[in-house]
């Protein structure tokens, strides 16, 4: 059963940005945290930036500064604004709430090239 869609994911110059949306199903973000996490080839899914329902966000070091989590209420839409995009950054993202609760999606592929 699917809660969560990840899209926006691409192929992309490091340098470059990307945005990631992630559709949650009803207004979960309203009630519980939500997070983005990445999972590169052969390594442990991890944690990127979390978005509270009253707004604050916390940002993982290697993407502070770079990635700018939002959220559309309109939309039940989490999104992840990544600029200046590394070749580190290559992952499958996925979203989720704050520890996680819902069925992995089956994410977005993001690689940046060198």
């Known amino acids: 059963q699917v809660q969560v869609v990840e899209a926006g994911g691409g192929l992309v110059q490091a340098g470059g940005s990307l945005r990631l949306s992630c559709v949650a199903s009803?207004?979960?973000?309203?009630?519980?945290?939500m997070a983005w996490y990445r999972q590169a080839p052969g390594e442990q899914r991890e944690w990127v930036v979390s978005?509270?329902?009253?707004?604050?966000?916390n940002y993982a070091d290697s993407v502070k500064g770079r990635f700018i989590i939002s959220r559309d209420n309109a939309k039940n839409m989490v999104l992840l604004q990544m600029n200046s995009l590394k070749p580190e950054d290559t992952a499958v993202y996925y979203c989720?709430?704050?520890?996680?609760?819902?069925?992995w999606g089956q994410g977005t592929q993001v690689t940046v090239s060198s």
């Open positions: 989720n709430t704050v520890p996680p609760s819902f069925t």
């Open positions: 009803g207004s979960i973000f309203r009630i519980r945290a």
């Open positions: 978005l509270t329902p009253g707004g604050t966000t």
